[in-house]
C-alpha cells in the first residue's frame, strides 16, 4: 500500500503523520512551532518528514499550511501569521533537505479534500467545506477535484463581504463573513448581549474568570448545552449569519453537502439546526431546488495532515 505523509503547520506545533491510501494514520510525530517562522520552519517540516520516513516508505509529502499557496502547489504567496514565507518556494526550500517530491496547500483545502476523501464527504462530488473557527476558512470539490481556482486562491470565504462597512477585518477589508460568523463573532454576540443584560449573564460569567473578556469558546459552548439563553442566543445569531451565508455559496457552488468543520462545531446540532433553518430562510428560490445537506465534519483536527497527505498522491 502506497504510503505519504502529511504535515499541518499550527501556530504551536508541527504535526506529521504517515497515512496509507484509505487515509489511516499510522504514525505521527510532532515539533513546535518555531516563532521566527522562515528558515528555522522550513528546517522543522524537513526534520519532522525525515523522524518518520525512518521507519515509513513514503513516496510524498504534502504540507498544509494557513495562507495563499500559488496555483502549481510550490510557493506561499502570502502568509499573515507566518513570518519569513511571503514569496518563498517551499517545494524547493524543502526539498532540498527532503529528496521526495513535495506538495504545498492551504489549510483549509487541505482539510476539504481529507473531508472529501476520508470525512463527511465521501462519495460526494460537489461540496464545500467551511471551518469556523478563530476565523473561516473554506474549500470547495467540484467535479471531483478540489476547486483552487486560477492562481491559487479559490474559496476563501472567509473573506466575502457580506456587510458594506462593516466590522473591520484582518484582511483590510470590512463586513467580511468571518466577522460575523467565526468563533471570535460568536464571542462578540455573546458579549454585545451580555453588555445588554448584564442581570441575565451571571452564570455565563461565572464559568469563565467572571469577566466578559475571561470567557472563552468552550464556555459559551458548555452553557449553551446547559441551556443558557445568552449563550444559545450567541449561537443563533452566529448561525443566522452562517446560514445565510450558505445560502449564498450554494447559489455559485451548487453543492450536494456543506461540510462544518472548526472548533466551533463542538456545539454540533447548537450550531448545525439553525444553521440548516437559516439557510433555508436565506436561500434563493428556496423550495424550488434541492438545497444541500449541513453536516459536521468527521475527521477533527486530522483533516488537514491526512487532506494534505492525500494531495501528494496527485
Not at 29 to 54: D, S
Not at 66 to 82: H, K, Q, W, Y
Amino acid at each position: 500500500m502506497t504510503l505519504t505523509i502529511g504535515i499541518d503547520i499550527g501556530g504551536t506545533k508541527v504535526l506529521g503523520g504517515v497515512v496509507d491510501s484509505s487515509g489511516k494514520i499510522l504514525a505521527t510525530h510532532r515539533e513546535a512551532t518555531p516563532k521566527e517562522g522562515g528558515e528555522a520552519l522550513t528546517r522543522t517540516i524537513a526534520n519532522v518528514a525525515k523522524v518518520l520516513l525512518r521507519d515509513h516508505d513514503a513516496t510524498a509529502i504534502g504540507v498544509s499550511a494557513a495562507g495563499f499557496v500559488s496555483s502549481d502547489r510550490e510557493t506561499m504567496l502570502a502568509t499573515p501569521n507566518i513570518s519569513g514565507w511571503n514569496g518563498v518556494n517551499l517545494k524547493e526550500a524543502i526539498g532540498e533537505l527532503v529528496n521526495l517530491p513535495i506538495v504545498i496547500e492551504n489549510d483549509a483545502n487541505s482539510a476539504a479534500w481529507g473531508e472529501a476523501q476520508h470525512g463527511a464527504g465521501i462519495g460526494e462530488d460537489q461540496m464545500m467545506m467551511i471551518t469556523v473557527g478563530t476565523g473561516i476558512g473554506g474549500g470547495a470539490v467540484i467535479g471531483g477535484k478540489l476547486h483552487r481556482g486560477a492562481y491559487g486562491v479559490a474559496a476563501e470565504f472567509g473573506h466575502l463581504r457580506v456587510v458594506p462597512e462593516g466590522h473591520l477585518c484582518g484582511c483590510g477589508a470590512r463586513g467580511c463573513f468571518e466577522q460575523y460568523a467565526s468563533g471570535n463573532a460568536l464571542r462578540r454576540h455573546v458579549r454585545e448581549a451580555i453588555s445588554a443584560s448584564p442581570d441575565a449573564a451571571h452564570n455565563l460569567l461565572a464559568r469563565g474568570d467572571g469577566t466578559i473578556d475571561g470567557l472563552a469558546g468552550h464556555h459559551i459552548t458548555e452553557a449553551a448545552r446547559d441551556g443558557d439563553p445568552i449563550a444559545l442566543a450567541g449561537f443563533n445569531t452566529t448561525a443566522q449569519w452562517l446560514g445565510a451565508g450558505i445560502a449564498s455559496l450554494a447559489v455559485l457552488f451548487d453543492p450536494a453537502c456543506v461540510v462544518i468543520g472548526g472548533g466551533v462545531i463542538d456545539a454540533g446540532e447548537i450550531l448545525l439546526e439553525p444553521t440548516r433553518a437559516a439557510m433555508e430562510r436565506y436561500m434563493p428560490f428556496s423550495g424550488k431546488h434541492p438545497s444541500p445537506r449541513i453536516v459536521a465534519a468527521t475527521l477533527g483536527n486530522d483533516a488537514g495532515l491526512v487532506g494534505a497527505a492525500s494531495l501528494a498522491r496527485f
